[in-house]
């Protein structure tokens, strides 16, 4: 399950699945915002690891945040040229 809440101005995901607990910035003071983000991660983690939502994640999320969330679910994505 997936939660957001606040802190500090800026919202936070809360994310608790099979005894897995990560807790990240979503990057946004705007709850709409973190509400859309919050559903995208739910459904890039019910898709799993070949879902097409985690390269547009990748780009939304703070790095830190993004990495975890990818490792739970073993993404791997190539990095993009420069």
Not at 33 to 44: I, M, P
Not at 77 to 82: D, G
């Amino acid at each position: 399950m997936i939660s957001i809440r606040k802190r500090v101005g800026k919202y936070h995901v809360d994310l608790n699945l099979d005894g897995f607990r990560l807790r990240g910035p979503l990057g946004t003071r705007s709850y709409d915002v973190a509400r859309k983000l919050a559903h995208r991660l739910e459904t890039a983690l019910a898709e799993g690891k070949d879902s097409v939502l985690w390269r547009e994640l990748q780009t939304q999320l703070p790095r830190a945040t993004f990495k975890h969330l990818s490792e739970y679910a073993g993404v791997v994505l190539a990095q993009l040229p420069t």
